[in-house]
């Protein structure tokens, strides 16, 4: 059985399907994801630009990168483990901030 079973079924003019539909291409979600996200009180962004993955990736493989020098550093005890840490959160937190800024939907204020 479906989770959504309830139809629902309203109108709207041609400017405001127009205005609905541009909404919803530049999210990259169906018309139908969109409007639940509006529902619960959050408003998709945009798709993210086509070199966000690109550079998503770039910084993934510096943090996977960071990891193996900083687990062959530490065992050979060679390292300020403290100062590596807090460079890693840093990363950690760059990266975070960027998917929140570019991906991730707010809520209605």
């Known amino acids: 059985m479906r ?10 003019n041609r400017k405001e399907a ?3 539909d541009k909404k919803v291409k530049k999210s990259g979600i169906s018309r139908e994801a969109y ?8 408003v998709p962004k945009d798709a993210p630009p ?3 993955y690109s550079m998503m990736r770039e ?9 193996q020098i900083a687990k ?4 050979l005890n060679v390292i300020d483990v403290k100062r590596y ?12 901030s960027i998917v929140e800024a570019v991906v991730l939907p707010q809520g209605i204020k």
Do not use: C, S
């Open 3 to 12: 989770k959504r079973n309830v139809p629902i079924m309203f109108r709207l």
């Open 18 to 20: 127009e205005a609905l």
């Open 35 to 42: 409007l639940r996200h509006l529902i619960t009180g959050v």
């Open 50 to 52: 086509p070199d966000y």
């Open 59 to 67: 910084l993934h493989k510096v943090g996977n990168n960071l990891n």
């Open 72 to 75: 062959k550093a530490n065992a």
């Open 85 to 96: 840490d807090e460079t890693v959160k840093e990363y950690e937190r760059v990266v975070q």
